[in-house]
Nanobody
Framework: VQLQASGGGLVQAGDSLSVSCVAS????????MAWFRQAPGKEREFVSA????????FYRDSVKGRFTISRVNARNTVYLQMNSLKPEDTAVYYC???????????????????WGQGTLVTVSS
């Protein structure tokens, strides 16, 4: 499975931005899709995930109410809509795909077998 993320950029605090990730080479609708991020000098952290089938969603607390994850299986694409962005959201955002990810481990990066190259989101204050 190959994942290609895109949509990052430079925005101001309070702005919105959407990033997307297109998958190829696998059965997309069988994978849990997730977004992780890594800020400079910090560890990679879970942002959000969406299951399939069923499209149950999960978020880290700091982005709840601001970020929305979605997927379109017919397009092999997962999206992350980010609203009310804050400087602390600045990071490289990575999409990831994992087969058979259980809910209790959905925030664990080790559960995801496939990773995209990352897209940089910079939020200025």
């Amino acid at each position: 499975v190959q994942l290609q993320a895109s949509g990052g950029g430079l925005v101001q605090a309070g702005d919105s931005l959407s990033v997307s990730c297109v998958a190829s080479g696998g059965t997309f609708n069988r994978y849990t899709m997730a977004w992780f991020r890594q800020a400079p000098g910090k560890e990679r952290e879970f942002v959000s995930a969406i299951k399939s089938p069923g499209s149950a969603t999960f978020y880290r607390d700091s982005v709840k109410g601001r970020f929305t994850i979605s997927r379109v299986n017919a397009r092999n694409t997962v999206y992350l809509q980010m609203n009310s962005l804050k400087p602390e959201d600045t990071a490289v955002y990575y999409c990831a795909a994992g087969p058979g990810v259980i809910n209790s481990a959905i925030r664990d990066f080790k559960m995801y077998a496939y990773w995209g190259q990352g897209t940089l989101v910079t939020v200025s204050s």
